[in-house]
Structures are given as C-alpha cells and as structure tokens.
C-alpha cells in the first residue's frame, strides 16, 4: 500500500511539472499582440530575431528591431541553452525556445516601442520597435 501511495505522488509531480510551461503562457493585449492559436506550431514570422547570447543588450539581433504593424514576428535561438522572448509588463511571450529552434510567429497591432527580456536570464534584453 505504501509503494502505491508513491507511486501516485510520483506521477502527480510529473503532471504538475508537465503542466507548468503552460502556466505562464500566455499574452494579454499588451502592445496589441495577437499570438496565433495552437501555440508552438505556428510559423516563422516576417521579421525574425536571432538570439545569440546572454550578453545584456546585445543578447538579441538585431536590437533594437523594427517592423511595421502587422508583421509577424519570430526569434530564432543560435545560442547553445534555454531563452525566451518576453514582453516587459506582460503582452508577448514565446516561451521556452530550444537551442537551433524557432519560436511562432507572435502579430504586433499597435505602434509603439517594446521592451522584452529573457524570462530565464532577465539581463538578456531587447526592444521591437513597431511603426
């Protein structure tokens, strides 16, 4: 009875563990985003954003960028771990991009000038510039 009662904490830390990335997903309507629906499989957007390292306000190129509204935009990670690339304030947010992966395309609605950062490494930062 004692190994089946582990056996259920075991697998209920998996599922809370699994369900955790989704926990932070999200975006609201900061800066006008508009993020494509089924996450992860969207496609590459009009602009893309490489991530090259954790090197404060050169961690992201080109930075600042611009785009005009309604381009889709992506950031491709060329950096060898984790990164994300997020709204400051809250708006948009890729979650996890893997090394040699491509977040989806997140849609930009409103002009103005956006500060985002690396939720993992928050000295990564950046700014997308939308006209």
Same mark, same amino acid.
């Given at each position: 009875?004692?190994?089946? &009662? @582990?056996? &259920?904490? $075991?697998?209920? $830390?998996?599922?809370?563990?699994? $369900? ?8 609201? !309507?900061? !800066? ?5 629906? !089924?996450?992860?499989?969207?496609? =590459?957007?009009?602009? *893309? *954003? =490489? ?16 785009? =005009? &509204? ?5 950031? &491709?990670?060329?950096? !060898?771990?984790?990164?994300?690339? @997020? ?6 947010? =890729? ?14 609605? @409103? ?15 950046? @700014?997308?510039?939308?006209?």
């Amino acid at each position: 009875m004692n190994g089946s &009662r @582990t056996v &259920r904490v $075991a697998l209920l $830390a998996v599922l809370v563990a699994a $369900a955790l990335p989704f926990a932070s997903c999200g975006g609201g !309507g900061g !800066g006008g985003v508009t993020n494509p629906p !089924g996450g992860g499989g969207g496609g =590459t957007g009009d602009v *893309i *954003i =490489t991530i090259v390292a954790e090197n404060g306000s050169m961690s992201f190129s080109p930075n600042p960028a611009t785009v =005009t &509204r309604g381009q889709g935009v992506s950031w &491709r990670n060329a950096a !060898g771990t984790v990164h994300t690339a @997020t709204q400051n304030g809250g708006g948009f947010d =890729t979650g996890d991009i893997g090394s040699g992966g491509t977040s989806s395309a997140i849609t930009m609605s @409103t002009a103005g000038s956006f500060g985002y950062h690396c939720s993992l490494h928050p000295a990564m930062v950046g @700014t997308l510039n939308v006209q």
